[in-house]
């Protein structure tokens, strides 16, 4: 095991390990002369853990991302990783103007919570929807706080 602190000889060096943008524990290996960053779950499963049906990735049984004894790690496939994190609620789903996918921004939420008002032809659902180019229960999802809560209380009629 590599631990957070301390590590392991290899050929006379002591090999400290950092954490990547990601939270896994990496160190530099030099592999044919040149220097190589391995993750350290990844060599630990390679060197102890069996991968007979040959799957790719290796997972994290207990989801900690340093824990990296051979008994919290397993071989499994990206759907099989994914289906893991969902249920032991490990993925964290960006919501609103947060997430990349996100059609509206934070100003244009805004403004539609600001025009709002209710069976109104210029500023109704109808009417904001045709303006920002969404569906009308996108804009009523909206002002009632369903979608884009987080702008919940930045805004001032």
């Known amino acids: 095991m590599i631990s957070k602190r301390y590590t392991r ?11 990547d943008s990601k939270g896994y524990l ?5 592999i044919n002369g040149k220097n190589t ?3 350290v779950h990844r060599l630990v499963a390679e060197a102890f853990i069996l991968n007979p049906l040959n799957k790719p990735q290796v997972n994290h049984i207990d989801g900690d991302k340093l824990n990296n004894f051979m008994t919290n790690l397993e071989w499994s496939t990206q759907s099989e990783n994914m289906v ?4 032991n609620r490990l993925f964290k ?3 609103g103007t947060n997430n990349n996918q996100a059609k509206l921004s934070k100003e244009q939420v805004i403004e539609i ?8 032809r210029e500023f109704g659902t109808y009417a904001l929807a045709k303006k920002f180019n969404v569906h009308r ?3 009523s999802r909206i002002i009632n706080n369903i979608t884009y809560s987080e702008i919940q209380g930045e805004v001032v009629k």
């Not at 990496?26 to 030099?30: G, I, Q």
């Not at 893991?84 to 249920?87: G, K, T």
């Not at 919570?113 to 109104?120: E, H, L, M």
């Open 9 to 19: 000889v290899w050929k006379g060096q002591l090999l400290k390990p950092g954490i």
């Open 26 to 30: 990496k160190v530099v290996l030099c």
């Open 37 to 39: 960053t391995c993750k």
């Open 84 to 87: 893991h994190a969902f249920n």
């Open 93 to 95: 789903t960006r919501v």
């Open 113 to 120: 919570k600001r025009t709002y008002a209710p069976k109104s």
């Open 137 to 139: 229960k996108t804009i």
